[in-house]
């Protein structure tokens, strides 16, 4: 079977695991967790950056850093994975559904105005896919109603918006390493901040609110969220071949591209950013031709996976709904995430096209 995704584990990553677990430093203390926090806000291009357990945490922790809390409001995108709904309801907050943007998948610049009220605070930016959000408006917007931007990267490590890397542009950023993201530590996750203030608040809230000055002495009531040095030095490594990764996502994009282009709606090409493809979607005419494509493909060897469900069309989250998702409604139903491993050859990645077109051809 191609997979959608698999991590690419080479001997540096053993190399440095097999060193922090011989050198006893096995929790959350480390050289390489001190490495890993300096290197990947630096590769970001933020002052500050803390690591975290996972990216559902990392969301968590920096709302609760921004104060965000009961009687709040925070717009967050219909299209998305779940992680960035759910944690503004862990902060007993309301998410507030708006509509993406057909141009690059991420949250609507032109439809967040319309949702703001009185007890909005923040907008969590999802960069969907590797894509990126039309980011200038955004932050225009947040600047003229004095909201807080959250940018979910989770899914876009490496992709550049007018040169800046995501992540860096808003209050906070949130990253995810997930064994299926662009790299991976096993779990865990990652906040980069350029304000100090929210950095410092961060990191005592991710260990139980206590105080780096005065050991058991708790300011905030907080949590355990921290990453090991086990996973940091899977990140060290991984972090060293990151433009390796970037590079060999922009070919398999490539190659997608020219080979599907006029077959079907290609996976977006930002005027403003240069994303990184972290899955490589497109979208067929309507979902019952995608679900019979990823029928076929599953039966010829290739896994892919179906776009993420709106979320007001989810049971829990309908009443967090705000009028009609007409564009989020259309591309959840038609999209699907190709085979976008760094491993596949370019051979595979071709045999993928192959199989699309000749399923295209037959209908
Ligand atoms: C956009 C987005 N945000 C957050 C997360 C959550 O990250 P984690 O699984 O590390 O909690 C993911 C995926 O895993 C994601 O795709």
Redesign the pocket.
């Known amino acids: 079977m191609i997979p959608v995704s698999e991590p690419d584990i080479g001997e540096k990553e053993i190399e440095y695991v097999d060193d922090a677990v011989r050198s006893g430093w096995v929790s959350s203390h480390g050289k390489y967790i001190d490495e890993f926090e300096r290197e990947f806000s630096k590769f970001i291009g933020t002052e500050y950056g803390l690591t975290v357990s996972?990216?559902?945490?990392?969301?968590h922790l920096a709302l609760s850093a921004l104060g965000i809390r009961e009687g709040d409001e925070v717009i967050v995108p219909d299209l998305?994975?779940i992680?960035?709904v759910n944690a503004v309801i862990y902060c007993n907050a309301t998410p507030v559904l708006c509509d993406i943007d057909r141009n690059n998948w991420c949250i609507d610049s032109g439809k967040i105005e319309a949702l703001i009220t009185p007890k909005t605070r923040a907008i969590i930016v999802?960069?969907?896919y590797g894509n990126s959000a039309d980011m200038d408006k955004i932050m225009e917007i947040a600047k003229k109603h004095k909201l807080y931007v959250i940018e979910?990267t989770?899914?876009s490590l490496g992709t550049t918006y007018k040169g800046k890397r995501l992540g860096s542009i808003g209050d906070i950023g949130?990253f995810?390493?997930?064994g299926?993201?662009t790299m991976t530590t096993g779990?865990?996750?990652f906040c980069t901040t350029n304000n100090k203030e929210l950095y410092e608040k961060m990191s005592m809230l991710r260990d139980h609110g206590m105080t780096s000055k005065k050991r058991y002495w708790h300011e905030f009531i907080g949590y355990n969220y921290r990453m090991t040095n086990l996973q940091a030095a899977l990140g060290v490594a991984q972090l060293g071949r990151i433009n390796y990764f970037i590079e060999r996502k922009h070919e398999i994009g490539k190659i997608y591209r020219n080979k599907l282009k006029n077959k079907v709606t290609l996976h977006p090409e930002g005027g403003d950013y240069n994303g990184t493809y972290w899955l490589y979607s497109i979208l067929l005419k309507n979902g019952e031709e995608r679900d019979s494509l990823m029928d076929f493909l599953y039966k010829n060897g290739v896994d892919t996976r179906r776009f993420f469900y709106p979320v007001h069309v989810m049971p829990p989250y309908g009443r967090y709904s705000r009028g009609k998702y007409p564009v989020s409604t259309d591309i959840a139903e038609r999209g699907i995430n190709l085979p976008s491993s760094v491993k596949l050859k370019d051979e595979e990645v071709e045999y993928v096209c192959d199989k699309i077109i000749g399923f295209l051809n037959s209908q």
């Open positions: 996972n990216g559902t945490t990392a969301l998305t994975f992680s960035p999802v960069q969907l979910d989770a899914e949130c995810s390493f997930y299926n993201k779990e865990g996750g």
